[in-house]
């Protein structure tokens, strides 16, 4: 389905100056007001940045870590001998990204014993050790999928970060809308009641006039003075509901309580699009869509991890090294020193897979959920969508329909009012047609702010409504690319 439809054309500054008694202030200044001061959007940016800093912590993982170790003992030996020891030693180690791990070790130990066993046998003797050692996963944890799908789920939570903030955006911009519109809405029937009131003062004074020359009778000023006390009872409840309006609209903003302001309907300009134009623009923003593509990444991610656990553990280590002895013994003294290495490949394997293939089938089920749940939202887009096209094109039709209606209320108001002073109609007859014109206005009126509303709601569905709004800056993060599914 292609339409031509109309959107909102916004036009204001993101500096907003401080305003005066009755200034106009447009939809988007307030929204930009509402995002500066509002307590719930400042927390949920803390939260995204709080999930930008799991990245950070994951690629900490594969950094060098510093052990150490040192202690003295009394204690006999192998052969019976009370004997002093003492040792340090520390190491180096790390993570690689491949999977691979990579240490470095040294060892300082030096024992005195009571009795040498031996003559040849240095006591005390102090032995040292030096060594790297390396290990290569051949199976399970090859190429680190765990590091590798950290990574991936430290993306997947900022990503619904964002989502999780943009969908407080999107609904306390609707929110802010329906409160807006109503305080146009408002006006709208102060202005008109307003122009009722004009216009029954003005038919007073001329009954009053014609009463005074015998030729008005009483009801005539009865049936005038009615409905314009009516008019000014109604614009007094009008007058307290927008005091309300006022009060809730600057609580929105973070200003005084009483401030002055004036909402106006806002501007709408005439541009092209295609309904699937306009639906690929909403699937891109939408904050729906992008939960469940981080929720694609984190099941994909878990059934990676399900599939490494379940395989059978093989690594090959190779280590090489240096260790040496030296101490005095009955005969002399002992220095040796020998270079060590060896290659040797360890093997592992969990006889029962229950319990892994259970995981597996675990994540796979949380994929398809998430693929069955991207289909309903996409679906409930692209239905609301065609729907509030439909409702903007039925608007549009009627508010040319009511501007029609107000023309020939105008014209039919024009001409009984040349008959009333001309004696030829009654004072109930143009007190009805007064009361149909200012019906009439005020209809075309509420059918504009209808129109409004609903590209104001196209506009957060497209992510229009946001295109000028100044948000607090973060890292733009990557969009998770992911498959729509079937």
């Given amino acids: 389905m ?20 009755a200034q106009t202030i447009h939809v988007q200044q307030v929204l930009q007001q509402l995002v500066d001061n509002y307590p719930s959007l400042q927390a949920a940016h803390l939260q995204v940045q709080r999930a930008q800093q799991e990245n950070s912590r994951v690629e900490s993982q594969l950094g060098w870590q510093l052990s150490s170790q040192a202690g003295f003992s009394h204690d006999t030996s192998l052969f019976g001998t009370p004997t002093d020891r003492f040792d340090v030693g520390g190491g180096l180690n790390r993570q690689l990204a491949s999977g691979a791990s990579l240490g470095i070790n040294a060892s300082i130990v030096r024992e005195d014993a009571d009795t040498a066993f031996s003559p040849s046998m240095a006591n005390p003797a102090t032995s040292t050790t ?10 399970q944890g090859s190429d680190n999928p765990a590091h590798t799908a950290a990574i991936q789920n430290a993306a997947a939570t900022e990503s619904i970060a964002h989502a999780d903030r943009q969908a407080l955006y999107d609904q306390l911009a609707s929110q802010l809308i329906e409160v807006y519109l109503g305080a146009v809405n408002t006006q709208v029937r102060l202005r008109n009641i307003e122009n009722t009131i004009q216009r029954n003062k003005r038919l007073k004074k001329y009954i009053n006039q014609r009463y005074s020359l015998g030729v008005s009778e009483d009801k005539d000023v009865l049936q005038v003075q009615a409905q314009l006390s009516s008019a000014e009872a109604e614009k007094q409840g009008l007058d ?27 501007e709408i300009a005439k541009a092209d699009h295609a309904f699937q134009k306009l639906l690929q623009e909403i699937k891109s923003v939408n ?4 939960r469940i593509q981080a929720r694609l990444q984190l099941a994909d991610s878990a059934i990676q ?59 796979q089920l949380d994929r398809g959920m998430a693929l069955e749940d991207q289909r309903q939202v996409l679906q409930d887009l692209e239905y609301s969508l065609a729907s509030l096209l439909a409702e903007i094109e039925t608007s549009q ?15 039919k108001l024009a001409e009984a009012e040349k008959r009333y002073s001309a004696g030829r109609a009654e004072t109930d007859q143009l007190l009805q047609f007064e009361a149909q014109l200012s019906a009439s206005e005020l209809a075309l009126a509420f059918q504009q702010i209808e129109l409004a509303r609903r590209h104001l709601n196209l506009a957060v569905l497209t992510g229009d409504i946001w295109k000028n709004i100044h948000k607090p800056d973060d890292p733009v993060l990557d969009t998770i690319k992911m498959g729509q599914g079937e």
């Fill in 287 to 290: 904050a729906n869509v992008k």
């Fill in 240 to 266: 307290t509901l927008w005091h309300k309006q006022k009060i809730s609209l600057n609580r929105l903003m973070g200003r005084m309580w009483n401030a002055e302001f004036m909402p106006v309907l806002p």
């Fill in 130 to 139: 030096l060594d790297v050692k390396y290990r290569q996963p051949l199976q």
């Fill in 2 to 21: 292609k339409k031509l439809f109309i959107v909102i054309s916004f036009c204001f500054t993101a500096s907003l100056p401080v305003y005066s008694p």
């Fill in 305 to 363: 991890l399900r599939r490494d656990a379940r395989q059978d553990k093989l690594d090959l280590v190779l280590y090489a090294g240096n260790k040496s002895l030296s101490g005095d013994t009955a005969t002399g003294s002992l220095n040796d020193s020998e270079l060590v290495g060896g290659v040797r490949l360890e093997f592992s394997r969990g006889l029962d897979k229950s319990g892994f293939d259970a995981a597996l089938k675990q994540a």
């Fill in 397 to 411: 039709l009627a508010v040319k329909a009511y501007k029609k209606s107000v023309s020939a209320e105008q014209k």
